[in-house]
């Protein structure tokens, strides 16, 4: 139970598309994570999902069962709020209460249910405040719980944790996580924090201006980023971006000329001998060379970030690109430092002129 | 005392006087005069007698001239502060007065009779309460019957006001749909018409309804009110659409959205206007008179209004009486106006 698919559905607000079509096929006790730039659209999806708006085209099926125009109550789904939205007149169990009230199960059964889910959420002690006497991640936590009483097919959760700090955000992170494998529910989950997405998802969906970018497991996003979008919005810090071109292609082999003088060979599935692209390299994957390799990236240092485990480096090539590199440990650098940076050819990332991926990877 | 003291010489910080402290306590004592005068005068003057009340200039406090018994006079004689002609000042008891002379009697020993010309003599007053301008009225008029219509009236009005000011402002401020900004300032506009301009149609139709000389023709026209609309609208639009739709989620229905969700949430927006309307539909005056023709449904306020006659008025009753109306509005006012600044425990949203 909880399988969710979505066949091109649109949402348009007077003259805006919000949505261009979206088909995605959630799977039961997924825990699917929407993450893109604000407004992209990703919010307004768990809205239609959850029922609460309507999409101008297209079908919501819920366990086989088109949902399209069926009621937000009757859909079987719980939501969090981003702003928890707990109701401010009631104690924590009667918020609680509340929708299994609505439901007219007996007494028993609702004072059951709370009393586990605050066992389970560890919020027993806080039944009888009012949500304004909780601290943000209390709050967070009845909010979960309200969710969690309704024994829901579904849970939709929309920027849960943005409005907690730091500290308490990775966390309670950890606790959705756990909370995600106890239930064994499916969760579709908004954030705009690719870190929580990365740490959270069994599958991460890429939106940008209302389209699916690409759909995949966090891991293979991050290797295998289908166009030049995913690629610089998965992995902090940024992908590197270098515009380059193909100087000869022979076979599946490319050979590839960027910034000065660094070459590359790479396996593409595209590009003929002359076509401009860009190459991308992760932060993490630069690492300094001898400053006689010809194939390295020669650049100015100009600003050094010591963190102590690593130390990421910024820095100017000659023809203007700005540079970073994530190296470990203590790096001896200085602004104004020339140095190379080096890099395996498997770990390029290539984007041709469309910004899709072209590079053949493993 | 010493309290008081420190509170009156309170200053903004420092260790001198600003000249913004000197002028803080210059506006608040005006505004206290200027709002709390009128009330205290009010009161003081409705122990007054009507021969006090002509008197000028106006006090405060309520006096009555002190008289004694005397042996040998059948009523009671007026007392007299008499400054005499060594410039002693005595107390005496006029017994009659002819022109600018008043025959004076000392009440300690009453044969000798003094002269005294009027120029030279005070009336001993003392503070005094004249009881009667409460109690008569009490007798003359139906006054519990009163009471309770304006009792009835109020707090049936109070209520549907509450109750479809509340629904009107949920649909306005929680529903988009095509025309609503313009029922809303089709609502506002109707603040702009005043109540002598719709009597004669409104009469009409309550006419046509059957419900003059009904309490419910004094309440059912009142109730719809574009301020309350309008106050409890702008409450509610800061009401979070999210909690409407975590209710939705929680299968509430719209009629449980506005009513375990929307209506508690906007309980300081309804106290005040809550005291509004107990306040209105108390004062009103206008309205009920022309609906209420039958002395035994009059409120109040049209009860009050026969102490005003053609020629006279008797003013002593009518002070009185307004006192005694004043009361409720007072204390409803001093209840709610607490819960307002209490207000509502905690806000769930950030």
Redesign the interface.
Known sequence: MGRIQLNDVKKRFGQVDVLHGIDLDVGEGELVVFVGPSGCGKSTLLRLI?G?DRPSSGDIVIDGKDVTRV????RG???V?????????MSVWQ?MA??LQ??HLPKSEIASRIDEAARMLEITPLLQR????LS?GQ?QRVAIG?AIV?EPTAFLLDEPLS?LDAELRVSMRAELAALHARLGKTMIYVTHDQVEAMTLASRIVVLRAGRIEQVDTPLALYNTPQNRFVAGFIGAPTMNMLPGTITARAGDAAHLSFVGNAEASVAVTAGASGDAVMVGVRPQHMRLVDPSDAHAVHATVSLVEALGAETVVHANAPSGETLLAVLSGQAALQRGDAIALGFDDQDLHVFDGNDRAIAARA | MSRAVAFLTRRRGGDRWHWTDVFTFFWLGAGLIIMFGPAVWLVGSSFKTPGQLAEFPPTILPYVEQVVEVEGFDKPLVLYDVTMEDGSVQRLAQVRRIGTTAQMIDPAAPDEVIRVNIRNREVAREIGFATENYAEPFQRLDFVRYLWNSVFVTVMATFITLFTNSMAAFALSKYKFRGRSAVMLVILATLMVPLSVILVPLYSVVSTLNLTNTLWGVILPTVATPTGVFLLRQYMLTIPDELLDAARMDKASEWQIYWRIVLPLTAPALAVLAIFSVVWRWNDFLWPLIVLSRQELYTLQVGLYSFSGELNVQWHFILAMTVVTMIPVVIVFVFLQRFITTGIAGAGLK
Do not use: T
């Not at chain 1, 709020?81 to 007149?89: D, E, I, N």
């Not at chain 1, 009012?130 to 006497?133: D, K």
């Open positions: 959850s609460l009621n937000a109550a009757d789904l719980a939501m709020f981003q702003s928890y939205a707990l109701y401010p007149h918020n509340f929708g609505n439901e009012r949500p304004g006497q943000g709050r309200r309704r409005n």
